[in-house]
C-alpha cells in the first residue's frame, strides 16, 4: 500500500484494486488510515493514535447510555400503552405505583438521552479530524457487539408475536408493546449498520 500511494495512485485507486483482489472494505480502510493525506511525494505516515483507556472509557460510557436510553423509552412507552389501554384482570394482580415507574423512566431519558447524543456527536468531529479513529478497535467490538444484541431482541420479539398468533393471545396492547420493541431495536441496529458501511465506503478512513 505504501509503494502504491508512492507511485502517485489514489487512494480511491488503491481501494478498488484490493477490493477487486478479494480484501475486505474494513482492512483496506485500516490500512489507507495509516498514512496522512498530502501533496508529499512519498507517503507519510499518521501518527498512531494514543490514549486507548480515554477511548474505551468514552465509548462505554456511550453504549451504557444507548441502552439505559432504548431501555427506558420501551418501558416509558409500554407504561403508557398500559395507562391508555388497561387490562383490568392483569393490573389486578400488579405491585406498585405505575406511576412511578414511569417517573424513573423519563428521569433515565432526561439524563442518558442527551448523554449519548453529546458523545455520539463528539465521537463523529473526532472522526472528521483524524480518519484513524474511525477504525478504533474498542468501538469496532462495541459496535458489532450492539448489532447482535439489536437482532437477537428483534428475533426472541418475532418469535413471541408468531407465538401469540398461533395461541390466538395476540391483543392490540401486545401488538403495540412488540411494536414499540421493534421499532427502538431497529432503529439502532439500521444507524449503527449505517454507520459502520458509510466507514467502509469512505476509502479516507
Request: charged fraction near 20%; hydrophobic fraction near 45%; glycine fraction near 6%.
Amino acid at each position: 500500500m505504501r509503494d502504491a500511494l508512492a507511485a502517485g495512485h489514489s487512494r480511491e485507486e488503491i481501494h478498488t484494486a484490493l477490493s477487486q483482489a478479494g480484501w475486505p472494505d474494513d482492512e483496506i480502510a485500516d490500512g489507507l488510515s495509516r498514512f496522512s493525506e498530502g501533496d508529499f511525494p512519498i507517503p507519510v505516515p499518521r501518527k498512531k493514535a494514543a490514549g486507548w483507556a480515554r477511548d474505551a472509557f468514552l465509548y462505554l460510557l456511550t453504549f451504557a447510555a444507548l441502552y439505559t436510553s432504548a431501555v427506558a423509552l420501551g418501558e416509558l412507552l409500554s407504561g403508557l400503552v398500559d395507562h391508555f389501554l388497561p387490562d383490568k384482570v392483569q393490573d389486578r394482580y400488579s405491585y406498585g405505583d405505575q406511576n412511578d415507574g414511569l417517573r424513573w423512566c423519563i428521569a433515565s431519558l432526561l439524563v442518558t438521552f442527551p448523554l449519548y447524543v453529546g458523545l455520539t456527536r463528539k465521537h463523529f468531529i473526532e472522526y472528521a479530524r483524524d480518519a484513524s479513529r474511525r477504525t478504533s478497535p474498542v468501538r469496532n467490538w462495541l459496535t458489532y457487539l450492539t448489532l447482535y444484541v439489536m437482532a437477537l431482541v428483534q428475533i426472541c420479539t418475532l418469535i413471541a408475536l408468531v407465538g401469540s398468533v398461533l395461541g390466538g393471545e395476540l391483543a392490540l396492547r401486545s401488538i403495540l408493546k412488540i411494536a414499540i420493541v421493534l421499532v427502538i431495536s431497529g432503529a439502532i441496529f439500521i444507524f449503527y449498520l449505517w454507520e459502520i458501511r458509510w466507514k467502509e465506503r469512505d476509502p479516507r478512513s
